[in-house]
């Protein structure tokens, strides 16, 4: 079965850091490219970045550019994300998400986890 | 970046009812386009991929289409189980882009 858990969420202040981390079983996770999503309360989904395989290649959402950084270690069947400069926007679930081959959209999620930044 | 203009924001319907909601890709995005149904407190959930493709387990009742940088889903003889959000997504050129979301609603 094809799971993915992510974990780590919590609460920080404006301007700290977090790591959140997705745990992956049921596939193989080097041959699948892996999104991060996330839903602001009472906003839409938003795309935040994604992470080619071989984790060679990274995209990121301009407004988290140069903030968050999202990396793989396919050996240990995980990924995470992490956060820094977080602003109250950020706040939000956190998805992570895997890629059908070929492209076929976003196949697999995780349930998402809680990210709030506040003071 | 490329637009995804998702309409309308909210729609009310009946269970039976006929229910089409349209994405417009604000530049051609060669048909990789997909389809969620997202529910609170669930993840999301994958319906049509490559415009007009069922996601396997997905009932036949819900459909995909496209014309040029115009998609649809259409979800015929609406469930009481499909009352919830839907959003398209462009996954041609990153960022992959989501539209804003169409509520189905109870009428």
């Known amino acids: 079965e094809v799971q993915l858990v992510e974990s780590g969420g919590g609460l920080v202040q404006p301007g700290g850091s977090l790591r959140v981390s997705c745990a992956v079983s049921?596939?193989?996770?080097?041959?699948?490219?892996i999104s991060w999503v996330r839903q602001a309360p009472g906003k839409g989904l938003e795309w935040v970045a994604h992470?080619?395989?071989?984790?060679?290649?990274?995209d990121y959402v301009d407004s988290v550019k140069g903030r968050f950084t999202v990396s793989r270690d396919n050996a240990k069947n995980s990924l995470s994300l992490q956060m820094h400069s977080l602003r109250v926007e950020d706040t939000a679930v956190y998805y992570c998400a895997r890629t059908a081959p070929t492209n076929r959209g976003l196949d697999y999620w995780g349930q998402g986890v809680l990210v709030t930044v506040s003071s | 970046d490329i637009q995804m203009t998702q309409s309308p924001s909210s729609v009310s319907a009946s269970v039976g009812d006929r229910v089409t909601i349209t994405c417009r890709a604000s530049q051609d995005i060669n048909g990789h386009l997909a389809w969620y149904q997202h529910k609170p407190g669930k993840a999301p959930k994958l319906l049509i991929y490559?415009?007009?493709r069922l996601q396997s387990g997905v009932p036949s009742r819900f459909s995909g289409s496209a014309s040029g940088t115009d998609f649809t889903l259409t979800i015929s003889n609406l469930q009481p189980e499909d009352f919830a959000t839907y959003y398209c997504?462009?996954?041609?050129?990153?960022?992959?882009?989501f539209g804003g979301g169409t509520k189905v609603e109870i009428k």
């Open positions: 992470i080619s395989p071989d984790g060679s290649w990274e």
């Open positions: 997504q462009q996954a041609y050129n990153s960022p992959d882009t």
């Open positions: 049921g596939f193989t996770l080097r041959s699948h490219w």
């Open positions: 490559g415009s007009s």
